[in-house]
């Protein structure tokens, strides 16, 4: 089974992703069929990855602004993009959105304006993180008023892996929060009250043209053993659950044409 993306709003170029053979993926791709039915593609977002780092800063400005603009004075905006100014602007986006299944009565009553302000204000500040001036990576994304999300069942921690090649779609984490990775990189508590690693799935994938070595990061490992989790156990639902595999040339389609004209599943 594989997926065939077609770019561009002429269908100027396609490539494939060959889905992995197991039971979590065959769950996965039903879910993300219904998503193509029934769910539009957020197009800033999918791409978002290739942004430079001064365009990401202007739509999380343009976020706070439109915060602002509703709550007057709730964030104070500053130009300097220390990562205490991005845990400040995490601890605003909790006190705005709430948890999945429990929304403050703000974000609830929110118009589609301060709602859209709200998860680029969450969604923006992850991308300029830690300053990678480009992230290679091509992101499913879509609309999050119409997407569904589903607990994992305990046969899918099996698939967690630590490491993956480039090339590798997989799972896109649908928590609100931090998992134990941003935790450690962000210089934070590990009772800190916006931690939540994956536990749920969605349609959303994420393809990455890096490679992702956490097992090889020796500060995280050390940083997982000293608050005694063993980085082994899957459970925990860190690390990633990989989809499948995309031929690293897909990139540079993706960078030239910024547009998912649409998606199909194929056997």
């Not at 990139?251 to 044409?257: A, G």
Request: glycine share 6%.
């Amino acid at each position: 089974m594989h997926l065939t993306v077609v770019l561009g709003t002429s269908d100027e170029v396609t490539f494939d992703i060959t889905l992995n053979d197991n039971s979590f993926v065959r769950k996965w791709a039903e879910e993300f069929s219904w998503c193509l039915s029934n769910c539009e593609f957020n197009q800033q977002e999918s791409f978002a990855g290739l942004l430079t780092l001064d365009e990401a800063k202007q739509i999380l400005n343009n976020a706070c602004v439109t915060i602002n603009k509703y709550l007057k004075g709730f964030i104070v905006i500053q130009e300097n993009l220390s990562q205490e100014y991005f845990n400040y602007l995490h601890s605003k986006f909790e006190q705005l959105s709430g948890q999945f299944g429990k929304p403050t009565k703000l974000f609830v009553a929110a118009n589609a304006e301060l709602k859209a302000a709200i998860r680029d204000l969450n969604f923006y500040l992850h991308r300029l993180e830690h300053e990678r001036a480009t992230v290679n990576e091509f992101y499913i994304s879509f609309n999050k008023n119409q997407y569904r999300r589903f607990p994992l069942e305990e046969a899918d921690y099996e698939y967690f892996e630590l490491d993956t090649p480039p090339g590798t779609l997989y799972l896109h984490y649908v928590e609100l929060g931090k998992e134990y990775f941003d935790l450690f990189q962000d210089g934070l508590d590990i009772d800190y009250p916006g931690f939540s690693n994956l536990h749920y799935y969605s349609g959303e994938a994420s393809l990455t043209f890096d490679a992702l070595n956490f097992s090889k990061n020796m500060g995280y490992i050390e940083w997982l053993k000293q608050h005694n989790i063993d980085p082994y156990n899957k459970r925990s639902g860190h690390g990633r659950i990989p989809l499948g595999t995309a031929s690293l040339d897909a990139l540079d389609k993706i960078k030239q044409h910024r547009f998912i004209k649409h998606i199909t599943i194929n056997d």
